[in-house]
């Protein structure tokens, strides 16, 4: 085998791609029109992709190679974000488009696959580097890998095979290991990658480089000066359309199963001894295995389910969940879930670390904010009502992921003036103003990765069981529900009374983000 | 005795009041405030009305991305006695932001036999603990005795040698400099960043890097009779790889755009080739398969970015200016 590159220059431009095919299963889906496609154009516009590099979309709809990159051109004329649409680019783009009909549950759609890829690759100089993304129905995964696996197509004699997934991995714990069993009969562990698009977002990234690149903060980071931990993802929209789906999924499964307990993994893991794939990912699953799993009786009082009813915002009447459409009148599906988690190590014993997340919030944000503790004394008081109040207030760094992402420290300053009246200040870094460049979107990250074999961002089989095992207990109770405890919250507001409840009895309150 | 002066701590009073200023202005049309940025202090050096306004436009652009205080240093070379200055501050609303974000800008004209007063004055106008870079926008500056005071405020001095008509005095003088314990940074090598990153994605292919010890010709098409720097660091870098290599240099008859036109390599049969097919683009082939790459335009603001983005030691280009100078003969 050659030697590296010697013509790379990493502090100028990266490292490049092989030639590579992308397989598309769900061609025709919103995930491949939305987000896959216009983020391969832009990788392409950004020079990122190989000579050769193509794309074949394969769904049940008969299609021609020709309609198919009509489609796809619309698709990136009305989705690429913040980049200009270049004709002659598009041209060459469009033509490394392939499309081939076929039924994933029908085995020799496969063997004419196969076909069409040998035929490409030749033509294309690819190698037979091949990455499938299954961009379709969660109940499609095992049949499309075992399509692929029986056809010969996950085998890398000639080149390498990698297959993407998109969360949700299995419904519950048992259909996970499932899933897991179904996948691995066709292909290796080291040839999965699962998307958590979370992980993509640079903000998250940059939690990893804040805390280890900085060391100023590195010596706070425990049970010692941190009091509790937040972690807030709130959307302002309620189901938009998916109501049938979100039905089934509900905001526990939909959003802290998954990415909500990797950001907290990454909040919390410890350092690894390199920045690999397979030793960051040891690092946030050793942490996810370290998540104490409640018992039965524990429960409820350490989470919260919500589901939103109707009301008013802004003078503007919303459904509730109940209402929308598709969606059953008596669904006792959780759009709001919030949970109290606790790690057991030398870190982070006893400290609390607080996760909600919730559909119809008063506004879209996704932050971690890290409240450290008071001071040990206190100097600066104040008569209030003839008692005495403490004016220092804690510290809380605040992570924001979006919008506006950045980092915050709240910190107390005397109050100009005569005495000594501390005031809460904030001091912020803002990543868009700090870096005018543009950021890439979570996609684009991922896609690049899973070409170049890096699976840093992507989740392992070991983290999904880890989280299932973390989610599935309370799953469990909440399935005991009765229906007349929903809806608990109005649309608009920051979740139902309860969970203000469950903070309360640590002494604590939710921060308004 | 000079009749004019510049006062650093009364640029500084000044400096402030503009940002008290810009904070109730925008408090009065909004509740967010302005944010201000700072990332480095950026030494720009012209000399002439020309250079002096299109720095100050390429600083302008630069802040969105390197936000900092820009310290604009206008030299007078055919006039005596002047020294004067004036700040003001660059805003801008970012995409998508509530905030806008100013950079703060200081203006110094100067006479040529008032550098020793800029010098000092400047001392005390750089931001501190952030880094200082110095850029010479006007090459000429780099080679008269009176500038070299300002050379000592930076560590860091870019340049864009394609401005200076003889490489092989261009490329002398970044290499005295280099040896002098500056870290140089030449506009001229970015420009070559994109034809690089072409040349290395003809050997991410196993087949083209197996090829390296065979290689035994290089061709650099380009514009002009005279080899430029670009094309002398473009030899020196491909050879430095290629150790097989005869570096060849041809004169394109028709050019599309100012320097190198096409980099041709071939290792018996096998032809890969990047050539500029129009103004902004690259067309690659490699074995007779044909990519495309875009080229934008380059702008100055464009190419200090990228240098600016570079922070410490840059190996490949010291060590292609090392060898740069053999192919200006």
């Not at chain 2, 609303?93 to 036999?113: F, V």
């Not at chain 2, 020793?116 to 870079?133: F, H, K, N, T």
């Not at chain 2, 405020?153 to 490329?171: K, N, Y």
């Not at chain 2, 096409?262 to 290792?267: E, L, W």
């Amino acid at each position: 085998m050659p030697g590296d590159n010697p013509f790379l220059d990493p502090q100028r431009f990266e490292r490049r791609i092989e030639p590579c095919i992308i397989v598309i299963f769900g061609a025709n889906g919103d995930l491949t029109k939305r987000k896959l496609v216009p983020a391969l154009y832009r990788l392409a516009y950004e020079r990122r992709l190989p000579p050769g590099f193509a794309i074949v979309g394969v769904s049940r709809t008969k299609l021609s190679d020709d309609d198919f990159r009509g489609k796809m051109r619309e698709s990136v004329q009305e989705f690429l974000e913040n980049s200009p649409f270049d004709e002659t680019l598009w041209q060459e783009f469009a033509r490394g488009l392939y499309y081939e009909s076929g039924d994933i549950g029908d085995a020799a759609s496969f063997e004419v696959l196969g076909k069409r890829l040998d035929a490409i690759g030749t033509e294309r100089g690819t190698g037979g580097n091949v990455l499938f993304y299954l961009s379709t129905q969660p109940s499609q995964y095992a049949p499309a890998a075992a399509g692929l696996g029986k056809a010969g197509l996950s085998k890398q004699d000639k080149g390498w095979r990698r297959l993407i997934i998109e969360k949700p991995f299995g419904h519950d714990q048992q259909s996970a290991k499932a899933l897991e069993v179904a996948l691995h009969q066709h292909f290796e562990e080291q040839q999965l990658y699962r998307i958590d698009h979370y992980l993509g977002k640079e903000t998250v990234q940059n939690i990893l480089a804040f805390r280890f690149g900085n060391p100023i903060f590195e010596p706070l980071w425990n049970r010692n000066y941190i009091n509790h931990v937040q972690i807030t993802a709130a959307e302002s929209i309620g189901v938009e359309g998916r109501g049938a789906y979100y039905q089934e999924a509900g905001a526990l499964r939909d959003m802290i199963q998954n990415h909500l307990l990797q950001v907290m993994a990454t909040v919390t893991m410890e350092p690894s001894a390199v920045f690999e794939s397979s030793a960051v990912r040891d690092e946030r699953a050793k942490l996810l295995r370290s998540i104490r799993i409640w018992k039965p009786e524990e429960v409820m009082q350490n989470t919260v389910a919500g589901q939103y009813g109707p009301a008013s915002i802004g003078g503007t009447s919303v459904p509730g969940f109940r209402q929308e459409a598709n969606v059953s009148p008596t669904s006792m599906t959780d759009t709001f879930a919030a949970a109290t988690f606790f790690v057991e190590n030398w870190r982070w014993a006893d400290v609390p670390f607080y996760i909600r997340t919730g559909k119809r919030m008063p506004k879209r944000v996704t932050d971690i904010a890290i409240r450290f503790n008071s001071v040990p004394h206190s100097l600066f008081k104040t008569i209030t009502d003839g008692e005495q109040v403490e004016t220092a207030r804690p510290n809380v760094l605040v992570l924001r992921i979006q919008p506006e992402e950045g980092i915050s420290l709240r910190f107390s300053s005397k109050q100009p003036g005569a005495g000594m009246t501390l005031r809460p200040v904030s001091m912020d870094f803002n990543y868009g103003s700090s870096f005018g460049v543009r950021t890439p979107a979570a996609y684009e990250t991922l896609l690049l990765d899973a070409m170049l074999g890096d699976a840093t961002l992507y989740t392992r089989q070991d983290m999904v069981e880890a989280s299932w095992s973390v989610v599935q207990p309370i799953l469990n109770e909440w399935s005991a529900r009765k229906d007349d405890v929903f809806p608990n919250y109005d649309a608009g507001t920051w979740g139902p009374k309860t969970s203000d409840e469950m903070l309360a009895r640590r002494g604590h309150t939710w921060r308004v983000p | 005795m000079p009749t004019t002066a510049v006062h650093p701590e009364q640029i500084l009073k000044e400096l402030a009041n503009l940002w008290v200023d810009l904070g109730k202005e925008d408090a009065a049309k909004s509740s967010n405030g302005v944010i201000r940025a700072c990332s480095m202090t950026l030494l720009i050096a012209t000399a002439g009305d020309e250079d002096a306004e299109s720095a100050s436009e390429t600083a302008a652009e630069l802040m969105r991305q390197h936000p900092g205080r820009a310290i604009s240093l206008r030299f007078q070379p055919d006039v005596i006695d002047v020294l004067d200055s004036r700040v003001y501050a660059r805003c801008w609303m970012p995409y998508g932001q509530h905030q806008q974000l100013c950079s703060e800008q200081i203006e110094i004209s100067a006479s040529m036999d008032r550098i020793p007063d800029v010098y000092s004055a400047v001392l005390g106008l750089s931001v501190p603990d952030l880094p200082v870079m110095l850029w010479v926008k006007t090459a000429s500056l780099l080679f008269r005795r009176e500038f070299d005071p300002l050379l000592r405020m930076a560590r860091t001095v870019i340049i864009d040698s394609s401005q200076i008509a003889e490489p092989t005095v261009a490329l002398q003088r970044v290499q005295e400099l280099i040896a002098s314990g500056w870290r140089m940074k030449d506009l001229n090598w970015a420009r070559l960043t994109i034809w690089r990153e072409a040349i290395a994605q003809v050997f991410e292919q196993d087949s083209w890097r197996e090829l390296i010890p065979s290689i035994d010709e290089v061709t650099l098409s380009h514009r002009g009779s005279d080899i430029a720097t670009d094309a002398c660091y473009m030899a020196s870098w491909l050879a430095s790889r290629l150790p097989a290599a005869k570096v060849k240099f041809v004169n394109a008859a028709d050019t599309l755009n100012e320097g190198l036109q096409a980099v041709a390599i071939s290792a018996g049969v096998r032809q890969a080739s990047v050539t500029a097919t129009d103004p902004e683009r690259l067309t690659v082939e490699i074995d007779g398969m044909y990519h495309q790459m875009l080229m934008p335009p380059r702008t100055d603001e464009a190419l200090l970015h990228e240098e600016l983005s570079i922070l410490g030691k840059d190996c490949s280009f010291e060590q292609s200016l090392a060898n740069a100078l053999i192919y200006t003969q």
